[in-house]
């Protein structure tokens, strides 16, 4: 698979590049590897930029900048946390397919799950300046939109009538999974944080 090739078309022309993809008979770890590994990096670099390089203003404290070895640290928990969330997320949506009287195929549930994170992977270079950040989040909400398309296409076999409603519920799961990555990280740094008299 190429990996630039793939990442455009899914931003550019999702709904065709959907119908490509559902026809590719991918395992996955064909699907990972390397795209996954190779665009899960980019947001988890520029957080490595950001956090230890560029450095960021919090209230009340002024500039700061993690030191480079946390900000390693963070970059590595991210990615990692990342490619196991995107994981989760694929099995569940395969899990929750006979719900939504669709039919379970993890390659397709896998597809679905990693493609429609490309947006989002490719938009966290803005983290390399942490104030550019809350634009990913528009990149994501781009993302439920390829989500939505992929499960239209429909990789899943799922009837019309149900694509919205099984849409909705893969974005809640998804979330929870954000949140759950978010408060991770939170806590180990901000145990840190504390323990080192930042904040």
Known sequence: MDVKSRAQAIITKPKEEWIKIKDESL?????????????????AVAQFIGLGLVGRRI??????R???GNALLYAILLYVLSLVSVYLFGIVINALAP???SKQNLPNAMK????????GWIAGVLYIIP???ILVILANLY???VLYLGFNTPLMETP??????????????IVVLMIVVGVILGAIFTVGAVGRGVL
Not at 27 to 43: E, G, K, N
Not at 160 to 173: A, H
């Open 27 to 43: 395992t996955v770890s064909q699907i990972f590897s390397p795209y996954v590994f190779i665009l899960a990096a980019i947001p």
């Open 59 to 64: 209230p009340f404290i002024g500039w700061y």
């Open 66 to 68: 993690y030191g480079l």
């Open 99 to 101: 719900s939504f009287g």
């Open 112 to 119: 679905l799950a990693v493609f429609s994170m490309t947006p």
């Open 131 to 133: 104030m550019l950040g």
């Open 143 to 145: 993302g439920i939109y």
């Open 160 to 173: 019309k009538d149900k694509v919205i409603i099984y849409l909705i519920v893969s974005i809640v799961v």
